[in-house]
């Protein structure tokens, strides 16, 4: 079946401007997953969605970071007034379940804020 | 709290063997295994749940102290096809609240040679 997609795959955007990106998890997975990776740095766990509820949020950089999740499928993260620091791959997963279970990532979102 | 792998970077001819490491400061629920090769997104190698199992996967197999916070993983008889970036991450307990979340770390960066 088909994978975790995201779209856009690139996006170029000024500073100050909001942005939006998407993420459409494998069918059936109840579990969503957002992470950041910077050049050459680890996966940022960003926030996590159980169905459409996000238990923790605390793991947004800040408050110009949301996310939601809409029947428990597609998620989107808006970030608001971009800045330059959150240029970055955007990296979106999916698993059946929370705990446990593999994770399935999508092929990301690179982010550019000139 | 991020988990620590070591090292943080290895270079094999092809043939040889090697053993990543990750270990935490924290009581663990289970470790994962990712390999992300450059440009693409994370792909799931395994996951060792509580327990102090070892697991395997073809040439590749892991095992996860659970006493000592460690996961090690091994790779014998390297292939070319082996060469990326390897994640491991990292949860804690999870009590069905708010405390989900999976930490990477750093990441090996291995480099097999012909």
Redesign the interface.
């Known amino acids: 079946g088909a994978g975790v997609s995201q779209s856009p795959s690139n996006k170029v955007t000024e500073k100050g401007k909001d942005v939006e990106l998407r993420c459409d998890p494998i069918s059936g997975h109840t579990a969503l997953?957002w992470?950041r990776q910077s050049l050459g740095?680890?996966?940022?766990?960003l926030i996590?969605f159980q169905g459409n509820s996000a238990?923790?949020k605390s793991?947004l950089p800040s408050d110009r970071f949301s996310a939601e999740r809409t029947g428990g499928s597609v998620s989107t993260l808006t970030i608001q007034r971009t800045q330059q620091e959150d240029s970055a791959v955007y990296?979106c997963a999916s698993s059946l379940v929370?705990?446990?279970?593999?994770?399935?990532?999508?092929?990301?979102t690179r982010l550019t804020v000139l | 709290q991020?988990p620590v792998q070591s090292p943080q970077a290895v270079i094999l001819r092809e043939g040889e063997d090697a053993v990543i490491n990750c270990s935490s400061s924290k009581a663990l629920?289970?470790v994962?295994w990712?390999r992300q090769k450059h440009g693409?997104?994370?792909?799931?190698l395994m996951?060792l749940?509580k327990g102090g199992e070892q697991k395997g996967h073809e040439k590749i197999s892991a095992s996860f102290n659970e006493k000592k916070q460690q996961s090690s993983l091994y790779l014998t008889a390297s292939q070319l096809s082996y060469s990326g970036t390897y994640?491991c991450?990292t949860?804690p307990p999870?009590s069905g609240?708010?405390?989900?979340?999976?930490?990477?770390?750093?990441?090996t960066l291995l480099t097999v040679n012909p």
């Open positions: 997953y992470y740095q680890g996966l940022e766990f996590y238990p923790d793991g990296l929370v705990v446990g279970n593999e994770q399935f990532f999508g092929p990301g | 991020q629920y289970s994962h990712y693409e997104a994370p792909v799931f996951i749940l994640f991450g949860d999870y609240g708010s405390n989900y979340k999976l930490t990477f770390g750093k990441g």
